[in-house]
């Protein structure tokens, strides 16, 4: 159907202007024109002059359309032909995106004819898809006899925007992130201004329009299995104004993005449950601490939260450390090692026996000239921090096992 259409309308388009050489005629439509040049034997090109509002479409031509294509049968002295895609825009449309071009546009085409002293006939067979509220399917037959220097600069002036990865902007890789949605993100050598990347991946990937995250470009992915792009070919040609890069890069697997929708709630349950914590019998002790911290005045409190905050900080990079190394970790698991009881009875019991009079620890003098004169007190927030462990309280226990579950990020906000 789809040909007897591309035949009705050929039928009814405008009758063809002479051609020029190295040119074939214009096929001209109602929605714009078409011709095949040919500079060289080698450079070729397919020029479009389309009407205002009409677009074709690029190679990936996104939630709609197909791309322009040609048959070359019945070509002379020609072994092969491709297609060199400039940089694309996206067009929105209906909640549709869709990739391609408007207005004046060349496709250049690197051509090699099967002997190169040998001249070259064409006959091309141009299947296209040109596109505004409603697609229009097109097939032109573009036929050129000899080649004229004449289009070298036209086709010099298109291929120079088709994409590479050798120019001020570089795509060095991209890795996958998971999270509500998993995104790709493009590793990218350069600033960029307003970009935006068009993603060529195996079957089963849709890939949404970028946005740029301090810096870093990333791209949602949509698939039943995100993580499964890992370890895959992708091809990334990423457009920022008159600047373009493409590259093919093997998707590697990146640090989970932190869902902070769902980190916000689990934050106020830390913080309620801390407040919990500090009418919890097990932490006599350490409010103890606190007490004899208030003797330094607002200075030696800083000092000791400081001290409170450092040790949950190495606790955090010690987790944080255990899960990189593929240890399975979990708050509650330490207090089943009789090893770790043990020593922490010793440590309560010599904290006891401080606190009784019957020895003093005094501090290194180096370490207090260092710390301003606060070196005891951020001690002390240190040690409340180690006797405050066995202690989770109910909302306590939940953030933290959320936050162990989860990733770095998760871990350092909460703990």
Not at 204 to 231: C, N, T
Not at 332 to 337: A, D, K, S, V, W
Not at 370 to 384: D, I, M, Q, V
């Amino acid at each position: 159907m789809r040909a007897v259409l591309a035949l009705f309308l050929g039928l009814l388009a405008a009758p063809a202007l002479a051609a020029e050489p190295g040119a074939s005629d214009w096929f001209e439509t109602e929605q714009g024109r078409v011709r095949l040049l040919a500079a060289s034997p080698t450079e070729l090109g397919l020029e479009f002059d389309l009407a205002p509002g009409w677009k074709i479409y690029w190679r990936a031509p996104g939630d709609a359309g197909y791309p322009p294509s040609v048959d070359w049968t019945g070509s002379d002295n020609l072994q092969s032909a491709e297609i060199l895609w400039p940089a694309p825009h996206r067009f929105s449309i209906f909640g549709l995106d869709t990739v391609g071009y408007e207005g004046k546009v060349v496709l250049p085409i690197a051509a090699r004819p099967a002997d190169a002293a040998a001249p070259v006939r064409l006959e091309a067979r141009l299947d296209y898809l040109t596109c505004r509220e409603i697609c229009i399917p097109y097939q032109a037959e573009l036929s050129v006899d000899g080649t004229s220097p004449s289009w070298s600069g036209l086709l010099a002036t298109w291929r120079a925007k088709v994409p590479g990865n050798d120019g001020p902007l570089r795509i060095d890789g991209a890795r996958l992130r998971a999270g509500q949605p998993s995104m790709l993100e493009v590793v990218v050598a350069g600033p960029l201004a307003a970009p935006d990347a068009f993603v060529e991946a195996p079957e089963g990937f849709l890939f949404g329009k970028p946005s740029l995250d301090g810096g870093a470009l990333r791209i949602p992915v949509e698939a039943s299995a995100p993580e499964s792009l890992v370890g895959k070919q992708v091809t990334v040609t990423l457009v920022d104004g008159d600047r373009s890069a493409a590259a093919t890069v093997v998707a590697a697997a990146g640090p989970p993005l932190a869902d902070f929708s769902a980190l916000l709630p689990i934050i106020a349950i830390a913080l309620l449950g801390g407040l919990v914590l500090n009418v919890m019998p097990c932490v006599l002790p350490v409010l103890s601490l606190k007490l004899l911290g208030m003797t330094g005045g607002a200075r030696g409190l800083l000092a000791t939260a400081a001290g409170i905050v450092a040790s949950f900080a190495a606790l955090a990079g010690g987790m944080i450390a255990l899960k990189a190394a593929g240890v399975a970790v979990g708050w509650g698991l330490q207090f089943q090692q009789p090893l770790f009881l043990a020593a922490m009875m010793g440590v309560v019991v010599l904290f006891a026996a401080n606190l009784w009079g019957l020895f003093e620890v005094p501090m290194p003098a180096w370490a207090d000239r260092l710390a301003g004169g606060r070196a005891g007190a951020f001690a002390t927030g240190a040690f409340a921090t180690l006797l405050a462990t066995p202690c989770s309280a109910p909302f306590l226990g939940t953030a933290i096992g959320f936050a162990l579950a989860a990733g770095p990020v998760e871990i350092v906000a909460i703990f």
